[in-house]
Protein backbone atom coordinates (compact mmCIF):
# COMPACT_ATOMS: atom_id res chain seq x y z
CA UNK A 1 0.00 0.00 0.00
CA UNK A 2 1.62 3.74 -0.72
CA UNK A 3 1.89 5.83 1.72
CA UNK A 4 -0.90 8.61 2.78
CA UNK A 5 0.06 11.99 0.94
CA UNK A 6 -1.16 15.53 2.46
CA UNK A 7 0.42 19.09 0.78
CA UNK A 8 1.50 19.98 4.35
CA UNK A 9 1.88 18.15 7.58
CA UNK A 10 2.13 19.68 11.09
CA UNK A 11 3.80 18.28 14.00
CA UNK A 12 2.41 19.52 16.85
CA UNK A 13 -1.22 21.24 18.14
CA UNK A 14 0.19 23.85 20.42
CA UNK A 15 -1.41 27.16 19.89
CA UNK A 16 1.57 27.60 16.71
CA UNK A 17 0.63 24.14 15.29
CA UNK A 18 -3.41 24.61 15.71
CA UNK A 19 -3.32 28.39 13.99
CA UNK A 20 -0.86 26.87 11.26
CA UNK A 21 -4.40 24.29 10.29
CA UNK A 22 -6.98 26.74 11.12
CA UNK A 23 -5.29 29.17 8.18
CA UNK A 24 -4.47 26.71 6.14
CA UNK A 25 -7.97 25.30 6.30
CA UNK A 26 -8.97 28.72 5.72
CA UNK A 27 -6.71 29.00 2.32
CA UNK A 28 -8.32 25.45 1.25
CA UNK A 29 -4.88 23.60 1.21
CA UNK A 30 -4.50 20.00 1.92
CA UNK A 31 -2.82 18.83 5.27
CA UNK A 32 -2.91 16.75 8.58
CA UNK A 33 -1.84 18.06 11.88
CA UNK A 34 -0.73 15.51 14.69
CA UNK A 35 0.07 15.53 18.64
CA UNK A 36 1.30 12.74 20.35
CA UNK A 37 -1.23 14.62 23.64
CA UNK A 38 -4.62 12.98 23.90
CA UNK A 39 -5.89 16.99 23.49
CA UNK A 40 -6.04 20.58 23.59
CA UNK A 41 -3.68 21.41 26.81
CA UNK A 42 -5.29 21.43 30.42
CA UNK A 43 -2.76 23.51 31.71
CA UNK A 44 -3.00 27.22 31.47
CA UNK A 45 0.66 28.23 30.77
CA UNK A 46 0.73 31.28 28.21
CA UNK A 47 -1.75 33.80 30.17
CA UNK A 48 -1.60 36.92 27.50
CA UNK A 49 -3.52 37.65 24.35
CA UNK A 50 -1.65 40.84 22.96
CA UNK A 51 -3.55 43.02 20.49
CA UNK A 52 -1.98 42.06 17.06
CA UNK A 53 -3.00 38.22 17.64
CA UNK A 54 -6.40 39.47 18.46
CA UNK A 55 -6.27 40.91 14.72
CA UNK A 56 -5.47 37.48 13.26
CA UNK A 57 -7.97 36.18 15.60
CA UNK A 58 -10.52 38.31 14.12
CA UNK A 59 -9.93 37.27 10.56
CA UNK A 60 -10.59 33.72 11.34
CA UNK A 61 -14.11 35.17 13.01
CA UNK A 62 -12.81 33.86 17.08
CA UNK A 63 -11.78 37.21 18.38
CA UNK A 64 -15.56 37.86 20.08
CA UNK A 65 -15.35 34.34 21.43
CA UNK A 66 -11.60 34.94 22.93
CA UNK A 67 -12.63 38.06 24.58
CA UNK A 68 -15.99 36.58 26.06
CA UNK A 69 -13.70 33.60 27.53
CA UNK A 70 -10.87 35.80 28.76
CA UNK A 71 -11.11 39.17 30.28
CA UNK A 72 -9.59 42.49 29.50
CA UNK A 73 -6.94 43.65 32.05
CA UNK A 74 -7.80 47.32 33.79
CA UNK A 75 -4.03 48.06 34.77
CA UNK A 76 -0.85 46.86 36.04
CA UNK A 77 0.37 47.76 39.54
CA UNK A 78 3.91 47.96 40.12
CA UNK A 79 5.15 47.93 43.66
CA UNK A 80 8.66 47.85 44.90
CA UNK A 81 9.54 46.98 48.35
CA UNK A 82 6.13 46.74 49.42
CA UNK A 83 4.89 50.16 47.97
CA UNK A 84 2.81 50.93 45.16
CA UNK A 85 5.16 52.94 43.11
CA UNK A 86 2.92 53.20 39.85
CA UNK A 87 -0.45 51.77 38.42
CA UNK A 88 -0.45 51.61 34.30
CA UNK A 89 -4.02 51.61 33.05
CA UNK A 90 -4.06 49.13 30.27
CA UNK A 91 -7.58 48.75 29.51
CA UNK A 92 -7.39 51.61 26.41
CA UNK A 93 -3.63 51.74 26.41
CA UNK A 94 -3.97 51.31 22.68
CA UNK A 95 -5.79 54.02 22.17
CA UNK A 96 -8.98 54.82 20.25
CA UNK A 97 -7.50 53.49 16.76
CA UNK A 98 -7.15 50.17 17.51
CA UNK A 99 -9.83 47.74 17.35
CA UNK A 100 -8.54 45.93 20.86
CA UNK A 101 -6.29 48.47 22.46
CA UNK A 102 -5.71 46.10 25.82
CA UNK A 103 -3.77 43.35 26.53
CA UNK A 104 -6.33 40.20 26.67
CA UNK A 105 -5.85 37.66 29.28
CA UNK A 106 -7.01 34.20 28.15
CA UNK A 107 -5.11 31.13 29.11
CA UNK A 108 -3.10 28.92 26.98
CA UNK A 109 -5.27 25.78 27.34
CA UNK A 110 -8.60 28.37 26.22
CA UNK A 111 -6.43 29.50 23.23
CA UNK A 112 -5.82 25.98 22.14
CA UNK A 113 -9.57 25.15 23.10
CA UNK A 114 -10.75 27.94 21.02
CA UNK A 115 -8.18 27.07 17.67
CA UNK A 116 -9.17 23.58 17.89
CA UNK A 117 -13.10 24.27 18.09
CA UNK A 118 -12.40 26.32 14.93
CA UNK A 119 -10.31 23.98 13.37
CA UNK A 120 -13.30 20.93 13.90
CA UNK A 121 -15.65 23.67 12.78
CA UNK A 122 -13.69 23.90 9.31
CA UNK A 123 -14.50 20.71 8.82
CA UNK A 124 -10.71 19.35 9.89
CA UNK A 125 -9.54 17.70 13.03
CA UNK A 126 -6.01 16.99 14.80
CA UNK A 127 -5.05 13.18 14.96
CA UNK A 128 -4.18 12.91 18.87
CA UNK A 129 -2.22 10.80 20.75
CA UNK A 130 0.04 10.34 17.39
CA UNK A 131 4.12 10.72 17.75
CA UNK A 132 6.60 11.73 15.15
CA UNK A 133 9.24 9.63 14.95
CA UNK A 134 10.99 10.37 12.29
CA UNK A 135 11.99 11.58 8.23
CA UNK A 136 13.54 12.39 5.62
CA UNK A 137 13.95 14.43 2.83
CA UNK A 138 14.22 14.93 -0.60
CA UNK A 139 13.80 17.21 -3.43
CA UNK A 140 10.55 16.93 -3.84
CA UNK A 141 8.95 15.94 -1.12
CA UNK A 142 8.97 15.61 2.80
CA UNK A 143 8.34 11.78 4.42
CA UNK A 144 7.20 11.71 8.13
CA UNK A 145 6.98 8.87 10.68
CA UNK A 146 4.32 8.28 12.91
CA UNK A 147 2.99 5.60 15.84
CA UNK A 148 -0.03 6.02 16.61
CA UNK A 149 -1.92 4.76 19.64
CA UNK A 150 -2.18 1.54 18.58
CA UNK A 151 1.91 1.58 18.89
CA UNK A 152 1.37 0.69 14.68
CA UNK A 153 4.00 2.43 12.52
CA UNK A 154 2.68 5.15 9.70
CA UNK A 155 4.23 6.74 7.11
CA UNK A 156 3.32 10.30 5.46
CA UNK A 157 4.16 11.86 2.62
CA UNK A 158 4.05 15.78 1.90
CA UNK A 159 5.58 18.60 -0.05
CA UNK A 160 6.52 20.50 3.47
CA UNK A 161 6.49 20.34 7.11
CA UNK A 162 5.66 22.91 9.44
CA UNK A 163 7.55 21.76 12.98
CA UNK A 164 5.33 23.57 15.78
CA UNK A 165 6.19 20.59 18.19
CA UNK A 166 7.36 22.56 20.88
CA UNK A 167 10.91 23.90 22.45
CA UNK A 168 12.47 20.64 22.72
CA UNK A 169 11.30 19.84 19.05
CA UNK A 170 12.37 16.32 18.17
CA UNK A 171 12.50 17.81 14.47
CA UNK A 172 14.90 20.17 15.15
CA UNK A 173 16.76 17.18 16.76
CA UNK A 174 16.36 14.71 14.02
CA UNK A 175 17.52 16.97 11.67
CA UNK A 176 20.50 17.81 14.13
CA UNK A 177 19.57 21.66 13.85
CA UNK A 178 21.48 23.94 16.12
CA UNK A 179 19.42 25.73 18.96
CA UNK A 180 21.91 28.41 19.89
CA UNK A 181 21.55 30.66 22.89
CA UNK A 182 21.64 29.88 26.44
CA UNK A 183 19.89 29.18 29.94
CA UNK A 184 19.79 31.44 32.80
CA UNK A 185 21.39 30.02 35.88
CA UNK A 186 17.68 30.56 37.96
CA UNK A 187 14.74 28.18 38.15
CA UNK A 188 11.38 29.58 37.74
CA UNK A 189 7.88 28.61 39.17
CA UNK A 190 4.35 29.18 38.28
CA UNK A 191 2.14 28.68 40.65
CA UNK A 192 -2.52 29.06 39.78
CA UNK A 193 -3.87 30.01 43.60
CA UNK A 194 -5.80 31.73 45.87
CA UNK A 195 -4.79 34.33 47.58
CA UNK A 196 -6.36 36.87 50.26
CA UNK A 197 -5.65 39.69 51.45
CA UNK A 198 -4.12 43.17 50.29
CA UNK A 199 -3.82 42.69 46.51
CA UNK A 200 -6.51 43.98 43.87
CA UNK A 201 -7.78 40.59 42.14
CA UNK A 202 -8.88 42.69 39.13
CA UNK A 203 -5.87 44.22 38.07
CA UNK A 204 -1.80 42.87 37.63
CA UNK A 205 0.94 43.39 39.83
CA UNK A 206 4.81 43.20 39.83
CA UNK A 207 6.42 43.53 42.98
CA UNK A 208 10.06 44.38 42.92
CA UNK A 209 12.56 43.40 45.86
CA UNK A 210 16.13 42.92 46.49
CA UNK A 211 14.82 39.36 46.56
CA UNK A 212 13.88 39.27 43.42
CA UNK A 213 10.10 39.73 42.26
CA UNK A 214 6.47 38.01 42.26
CA UNK A 215 4.00 38.88 39.49
CA UNK A 216 0.42 38.03 40.34
CA UNK A 217 -2.17 37.56 37.37
CA UNK A 218 -5.62 37.83 38.16
CA UNK A 219 -7.16 34.68 36.82
CA UNK A 220 -11.02 33.60 36.62
CA UNK A 221 -12.49 32.50 40.07
CA UNK A 222 -12.24 34.21 43.44
CA UNK A 223 -9.24 35.42 44.27
CA UNK A 224 -7.71 33.18 42.04
CA UNK A 225 -4.15 34.30 40.46
CA UNK A 226 -1.60 33.19 38.41
CA UNK A 227 2.36 33.69 40.58
CA UNK A 228 5.13 33.47 38.84
CA UNK A 229 8.79 33.87 40.19
CA UNK A 230 12.38 33.04 40.37
CA UNK A 231 12.78 29.76 42.85
CA UNK A 232 14.81 30.85 45.42
CA UNK A 233 18.77 29.88 45.87
CA UNK A 234 17.77 28.12 48.69
CA UNK A 235 15.54 25.57 47.38
CA UNK A 236 18.97 24.11 45.88
CA UNK A 237 16.29 21.26 44.22
CA UNK A 238 15.44 20.74 40.51
CA UNK A 239 11.85 19.85 41.68
CA UNK A 240 10.86 22.93 44.35
CA UNK A 241 7.71 22.43 45.54
CA UNK A 242 5.28 25.59 46.76
CA UNK A 243 6.20 25.27 50.50
CA UNK A 244 10.22 26.17 49.20
CA UNK A 245 8.90 29.01 47.36
CA UNK A 246 7.19 30.34 50.35
CA UNK A 247 9.33 31.77 52.59
CA UNK A 248 10.41 34.20 49.75
CA UNK A 249 7.34 35.94 49.37
CA UNK A 250 7.47 38.03 52.13
CA UNK A 251 9.98 39.90 52.01
CA UNK A 252 9.33 40.36 48.28
CA UNK A 253 5.31 41.24 49.15
CA UNK A 254 5.97 43.10 52.36
CA UNK A 255 2.39 42.96 52.89
CA UNK A 256 0.02 40.80 54.41
CA UNK A 257 -1.17 38.25 52.36
CA UNK A 258 -2.36 34.18 52.70
CA UNK A 259 -1.56 31.82 49.55
CA UNK A 260 -3.83 29.07 49.01
CA UNK A 261 -2.54 25.45 48.00
CA UNK A 262 -1.80 26.10 44.42
CA UNK A 263 -4.02 24.01 42.02
CA UNK A 264 -1.12 23.48 39.61
CA UNK A 265 2.61 24.34 40.27
CA UNK A 266 5.33 24.36 38.04
CA UNK A 267 8.80 24.75 37.99
CA UNK A 268 10.68 24.88 34.81
CA UNK A 269 14.66 26.86 33.60
CA UNK A 270 13.99 29.40 31.20
CA UNK A 271 15.74 29.12 27.92
CA UNK A 272 16.92 32.08 25.38
CA UNK A 273 17.50 30.45 21.91
CA UNK A 274 16.98 30.45 18.19
CA UNK A 275 17.33 28.26 15.39
CA UNK A 276 19.09 29.54 12.65
CA UNK A 277 17.59 29.65 9.87
CA UNK A 278 13.24 29.07 10.07
CA UNK A 279 13.65 26.90 7.34
CA UNK A 280 15.35 23.59 6.74
CA UNK A 281 14.69 21.98 2.68
CA UNK A 282 10.99 21.18 3.03
CA UNK A 283 10.94 21.81 6.85
CA UNK A 284 9.25 24.69 8.65
CA UNK A 285 9.94 25.70 12.06
CA UNK A 286 7.77 27.72 13.70
CA UNK A 287 7.09 28.80 17.26
CA UNK A 288 8.68 27.31 20.58
CA UNK A 289 10.23 24.91 18.14
CA UNK A 290 11.79 28.18 16.23
CA UNK A 291 12.60 30.13 19.00
CA UNK A 292 12.18 30.28 23.26
CA UNK A 293 12.49 32.90 25.36
CA UNK A 294 12.18 34.19 28.85
CA UNK A 295 8.41 34.90 29.35
CA UNK A 296 8.98 38.66 30.06
CA UNK A 297 5.87 40.80 28.37
CA UNK A 298 4.05 37.60 27.63
CA UNK A 299 4.89 36.84 24.30
CA UNK A 300 5.58 33.85 23.43
CA UNK A 301 2.48 32.03 23.03
CA UNK A 302 1.79 35.24 20.48
CA UNK A 303 5.01 34.96 18.28
CA UNK A 304 4.02 31.14 17.84
CA UNK A 305 0.92 32.19 16.19
CA UNK A 306 2.10 35.23 13.96
CA UNK A 307 4.40 32.85 12.61
CA UNK A 308 2.21 30.45 11.93
CA UNK A 309 -0.01 33.15 9.95
CA UNK A 310 3.24 34.46 8.42
CA UNK A 311 3.76 31.35 6.88
CA UNK A 312 0.40 29.64 6.16
CA UNK A 313 -0.71 32.09 2.96
CA UNK A 314 2.80 31.63 1.53
CA UNK A 315 2.77 27.36 1.45
CA UNK A 316 -1.45 28.38 0.79
CA UNK A 317 0.15 30.08 -2.46
CA UNK A 318 2.86 27.57 -3.34
CA UNK A 319 0.99 24.62 -2.37
CA UNK A 320 -1.77 25.56 -5.33
CA UNK A 321 0.86 26.06 -7.88
CA UNK A 322 0.29 30.34 -7.59
CA UNK A 323 3.96 30.75 -6.73
CA UNK A 324 7.57 29.26 -6.85
CA UNK A 325 8.90 27.39 -3.45
CA UNK A 326 11.47 30.39 -3.48
CA UNK A 327 8.22 32.87 -1.93
CA UNK A 328 9.20 30.68 1.19
CA UNK A 329 12.23 31.82 1.79
CA UNK A 330 10.84 34.94 2.74
CA UNK A 331 8.72 33.79 5.56
CA UNK A 332 12.95 33.42 7.40
CA UNK A 333 13.62 36.63 6.03
CA UNK A 334 10.70 38.42 8.20
CA UNK A 335 10.90 35.60 11.43
CA UNK A 336 13.95 35.78 12.11
CA UNK A 337 15.22 39.13 12.67
CA UNK A 338 11.70 39.64 14.66
CA UNK A 339 12.25 36.61 17.08
CA UNK A 340 16.21 37.29 17.66
CA UNK A 341 15.17 41.28 18.55
CA UNK A 342 12.88 39.52 20.96
CA UNK A 343 15.40 37.30 23.04
CA UNK A 344 17.03 40.26 23.02
CA UNK A 345 14.87 42.60 24.74
CA UNK A 346 12.95 39.75 26.55
CA UNK A 347 16.69 38.72 27.68
CA UNK A 348 17.27 42.48 29.34
CA UNK A 349 14.45 42.85 30.99
CA UNK A 350 14.74 39.46 32.85
CA UNK A 351 18.34 40.16 33.76
CA UNK A 352 17.09 43.66 35.00
CA UNK A 353 14.17 42.31 37.12
CA UNK A 354 16.32 39.20 38.50
CA UNK A 355 19.83 40.67 39.16
CA UNK A 356 21.72 41.37 42.19
CA UNK A 357 24.21 43.90 41.20
CA UNK A 358 23.56 47.07 43.65
CA UNK A 359 23.03 49.30 40.75
CA UNK A 360 20.68 46.96 38.85
CA UNK A 361 18.67 46.31 42.14
CA UNK A 362 19.16 50.45 42.80
CA UNK A 363 17.43 50.74 39.55
CA UNK A 364 14.85 48.53 39.64
CA UNK A 365 13.64 50.02 42.95
CA UNK A 366 14.21 53.24 42.43
CA UNK A 367 14.28 54.15 39.14
CA UNK A 368 12.00 52.05 37.17
CA UNK A 369 8.86 52.06 38.39
CA UNK A 370 9.31 56.36 38.44
CA UNK A 371 9.95 56.40 34.79
CA UNK A 372 7.01 53.96 34.41
CA UNK A 373 5.19 56.33 36.17
CA UNK A 374 6.07 59.63 34.41
CA UNK A 375 6.45 57.90 30.94
CA UNK A 376 2.98 56.55 31.45
CA UNK A 377 1.67 60.41 31.23
CA UNK A 378 2.40 60.53 27.77
CA UNK A 379 0.38 59.46 24.90
CA UNK A 380 4.11 59.11 22.42
CA UNK A 381 5.34 56.47 25.62
CA UNK A 382 1.77 54.59 25.82
CA UNK A 383 1.72 53.90 22.22
CA UNK A 384 5.07 52.97 21.88
CA UNK A 385 4.98 50.61 24.92
CA UNK A 386 1.80 49.38 23.04
CA UNK A 387 3.00 49.00 19.50
CA UNK A 388 6.12 46.94 20.66
CA UNK A 389 4.19 44.48 23.80
CA UNK A 390 1.43 44.17 21.31
CA UNK A 391 3.32 43.34 18.44
CA UNK A 392 1.21 45.64 16.54
CA UNK A 393 4.36 47.42 15.17
CA UNK A 394 6.71 44.59 13.49
CA UNK A 395 6.91 46.22 10.42
CA UNK A 396 8.61 44.40 7.15
CA UNK A 397 10.14 47.20 5.64
CA UNK A 398 13.02 47.34 3.63
CA UNK A 399 12.45 43.07 3.28
CA UNK A 400 11.88 41.67 -0.08
CA UNK A 401 8.26 41.80 -0.15
CA UNK A 402 7.67 45.27 0.45
CA UNK A 403 7.50 47.49 -2.34
CA UNK A 404 7.07 51.92 -2.63
CA UNK A 405 6.09 53.52 -6.08
CA UNK A 406 6.57 57.03 -4.81
CA UNK A 407 5.51 56.20 -0.79
CA UNK A 408 9.05 56.08 0.45
CA UNK A 409 9.13 58.74 2.81
CA UNK A 410 5.34 57.82 3.87
CA UNK A 411 3.79 57.09 7.39
CA UNK A 412 2.05 54.04 5.78
CA UNK A 413 4.44 52.27 3.82
CA UNK A 414 4.88 48.80 2.09
CA UNK A 415 5.82 46.24 4.99
CA UNK A 416 3.71 47.96 7.66
CA UNK A 417 0.63 46.30 8.91
CA UNK A 418 -1.82 47.85 7.38
CA UNK A 419 -3.96 50.28 10.41
CA UNK A 420 -7.04 50.23 11.69
CA UNK A 421 -9.34 53.08 10.70
CA UNK A 422 -12.54 54.16 9.71
CA UNK A 423 -13.09 54.25 5.94
CA UNK A 424 -16.41 54.46 3.10
CA UNK A 425 -16.68 52.13 1.62
CA UNK A 426 -19.70 51.91 -1.24
CA UNK A 427 -21.66 54.82 0.85
CA UNK A 428 -21.17 52.75 4.26
CA UNK A 429 -18.51 53.53 6.75
CA UNK A 430 -16.48 50.81 8.31
CA UNK A 431 -13.52 49.49 9.75
CA UNK A 432 -10.17 48.50 7.50
CA UNK A 433 -10.06 45.52 9.20
CA UNK A 434 -13.38 43.94 8.04
CA UNK A 435 -12.11 45.20 4.22
CA UNK A 436 -8.57 42.85 4.55
CA UNK A 437 -10.82 39.83 6.31
CA UNK A 438 -11.00 37.10 3.04
CA UNK A 439 -8.07 34.85 2.62
CA UNK A 440 -6.25 36.08 -0.17
CA UNK A 441 -5.01 39.77 -1.52
CA UNK A 442 -6.83 42.88 -1.38
CA UNK A 443 -6.10 46.40 -2.92
CA UNK A 444 -7.62 49.06 -1.01
CA UNK A 445 -7.47 52.73 -3.06
CA UNK A 446 -7.57 55.82 -1.86
CA UNK A 447 -7.05 57.48 -5.36
CA UNK A 448 -9.32 59.87 -6.80
CA UNK A 449 -12.55 58.70 -8.91
CA UNK A 450 -11.20 58.68 -12.80
CA UNK A 451 -7.75 56.60 -11.32
CA UNK A 452 -9.70 54.23 -9.00
CA UNK A 453 -11.54 53.21 -12.08
CA UNK A 454 -8.23 52.54 -13.82
CA UNK A 455 -6.85 50.84 -10.98
CA UNK A 456 -9.92 48.60 -10.59
CA UNK A 457 -9.75 47.34 -14.30
CA UNK A 458 -5.78 46.59 -13.55
CA UNK A 459 -6.97 44.66 -10.33
CA UNK A 460 -9.64 42.36 -12.29
CA UNK A 461 -7.17 41.99 -15.07
CA UNK A 462 -4.60 40.91 -13.08
CA UNK A 463 -6.72 38.54 -10.75
CA UNK A 464 -8.07 37.02 -13.58
CA UNK A 465 -4.19 36.61 -15.53
CA UNK A 466 -2.81 35.49 -12.80
CA UNK A 467 -5.24 33.59 -11.00
CA UNK A 468 -4.67 34.80 -7.34
CA UNK A 469 -7.90 35.53 -5.27
CA UNK A 470 -7.61 39.45 -4.92
CA UNK A 471 -10.21 41.59 -3.97
CA UNK A 472 -10.36 45.57 -4.67
CA UNK A 473 -11.92 48.27 -2.40
CA UNK A 474 -12.47 51.83 -3.59
CA UNK A 475 -12.36 53.57 -0.13
CA UNK A 476 -12.62 57.19 1.36
CA UNK A 477 -10.66 57.83 4.23
CA UNK A 478 -12.93 59.29 7.28
CA UNK A 479 -10.03 59.34 10.08
CA UNK A 480 -8.70 62.94 10.14
CA UNK A 481 -5.67 61.34 11.77
CA UNK A 482 -5.07 59.26 8.26
CA UNK A 483 -6.66 61.04 6.24
CA UNK A 484 -3.65 62.97 4.71
CA UNK A 485 -1.24 60.08 4.81
CA UNK A 486 -2.95 57.85 2.62
CA UNK A 487 -5.45 60.19 0.15
CA UNK A 488 -4.38 59.68 -3.29
CA UNK A 489 -2.17 55.99 -2.53
CA UNK A 490 -3.36 52.71 -3.44
CA UNK A 491 -2.52 49.68 -1.25
CA UNK A 492 -2.06 46.08 -2.16
CA UNK A 493 -2.55 43.91 1.50
CA UNK A 494 -1.10 40.92 2.19
CA UNK A 495 -3.57 37.82 3.21
CA UNK A 496 -1.81 38.46 6.21
CA UNK A 497 -2.57 42.14 6.35
CA UNK A 498 0.41 43.75 6.18
CA UNK A 499 1.00 45.98 2.99
CA UNK A 500 2.64 44.53 0.15
CA UNK A 501 2.77 47.47 -2.53
CA UNK A 502 2.31 51.03 -1.68
CA UNK A 503 1.87 53.43 -4.96
CA UNK A 504 0.96 56.62 -5.72
CA UNK A 505 -0.30 56.03 -9.05
CA UNK A 506 -1.07 52.32 -9.15
CA UNK A 507 -0.55 50.86 -12.94
CA UNK A 508 -1.23 47.01 -13.74
CA UNK A 509 2.24 46.63 -14.58
CA UNK A 510 3.09 47.46 -11.03
CA UNK A 511 0.91 44.99 -10.02
CA UNK A 512 2.15 42.25 -12.09
CA UNK A 513 5.84 43.21 -11.35
CA UNK A 514 4.49 42.78 -7.85
CA UNK A 515 3.65 39.50 -7.78
CA UNK A 516 5.82 37.96 -10.53
CA UNK A 517 9.20 39.50 -8.79
CA UNK A 518 8.15 39.80 -5.42
CA UNK A 519 5.71 36.69 -4.95
CA UNK A 520 7.11 34.65 -7.28
CA UNK A 521 3.88 34.13 -8.92
CA UNK A 522 4.18 33.02 -13.13
CA UNK A 523 2.81 36.06 -15.01
C1 LIG B 1 5.12 26.53 32.69
C2 LIG B 1 5.05 27.44 31.50
C3 LIG B 1 4.58 28.74 31.64
C4 LIG B 1 4.54 29.60 30.55
N1 LIG B 1 4.06 30.87 30.70
C5 LIG B 1 4.01 31.68 29.62
C6 LIG B 1 3.48 33.00 29.71
O1 LIG B 1 3.06 33.44 30.78
N2 LIG B 1 3.44 33.78 28.58
C7 LIG B 1 3.86 33.29 27.36
O2 LIG B 1 3.76 34.00 26.34
N3 LIG B 1 4.36 32.06 27.24
C8 LIG B 1 4.44 31.25 28.34
N4 LIG B 1 4.92 30.00 28.20
C9 LIG B 1 5.38 29.60 26.90
C10 LIG B 1 4.23 29.18 26.01
O3 LIG B 1 3.55 28.14 26.65
C11 LIG B 1 4.81 28.74 24.66
O4 LIG B 1 5.47 29.85 24.07
C12 LIG B 1 3.75 28.23 23.73
O5 LIG B 1 3.16 27.07 24.25
C13 LIG B 1 4.36 27.88 22.37
O6 LIG B 1 3.42 27.21 21.59
P1 LIG B 1 3.87 26.11 20.54
O7 LIG B 1 2.60 25.67 19.90
O8 LIG B 1 4.94 26.67 19.69
O9 LIG B 1 4.53 24.94 21.40
P2 LIG B 1 3.83 23.97 22.47
O10 LIG B 1 2.68 24.64 23.13
O11 LIG B 1 4.91 23.43 23.30
O12 LIG B 1 3.22 22.82 21.56
C14 LIG B 1 4.02 21.82 20.98
C15 LIG B 1 3.15 20.60 20.70
O13 LIG B 1 3.95 19.63 20.04
C16 LIG B 1 3.59 18.36 20.53
N5 LIG B 1 4.71 17.43 20.33
C17 LIG B 1 5.94 17.48 20.86
N6 LIG B 1 6.66 16.42 20.46
C18 LIG B 1 5.88 15.70 19.64
C19 LIG B 1 6.06 14.48 18.90
N7 LIG B 1 7.21 13.77 18.92
N8 LIG B 1 5.03 14.04 18.15
C20 LIG B 1 3.87 14.70 18.11
N9 LIG B 1 3.63 15.84 18.79
C21 LIG B 1 4.63 16.33 19.55
C22 LIG B 1 3.31 18.60 22.02
O14 LIG B 1 2.47 17.59 22.55
C23 LIG B 1 2.63 19.97 21.98
O15 LIG B 1 1.23 19.87 21.93
C24 LIG B 1 4.98 29.14 29.28
C25 LIG B 1 5.44 27.83 29.15
C26 LIG B 1 5.48 26.98 30.24
C27 LIG B 1 5.99 25.57 30.07
Request: overall charge negative; hydrophobic content about 40%; aromatic content about 10%.
Amino acid sequence: MSPARSQVVIVGAGPTGLMAACQLARFGVDFRIIDSKSGPTRESRALVVQARALEVYQQLGIADRAIERGYIMPAMNIHANGKRRARVPLGDIGGPLNPFPFLLVLEQSQNEELLYEHLRSLGHDVTWNCEFTGLTQSDTQVTVTFQGADGASETTEADYLIAADGASSPIRRALDIPFGGGTYNERFYVADLQIEGDIPHTEGSIFFAKEGFALALPMDGEKHFRLVGAVPKYADTETPTFDDVRRDLDPIFQRSLTFGEPNWFSSYTVHHRCVENFQSGRVFFAGDAAHIHSPAGGQGMNTGLLDAQNLAWKLALVARGSAQPSLLETYNEERLPFAQRLLQTTDRAFQAGLSRNPLLVFLRLRVFPNLIRLGMRFGGTRRLFFDTISQIGITHRGHSLAVNHGTQQDRLRAGDRFPAFEVEVQRKACSTVGLIRDPGFHVIDFAPPGRTRQNAQACAATAKDLNVPLTYKEAICLDAEWREDVEGRTYLVRPDMYVGLASTALTQEQLLDYFSSALQIEC
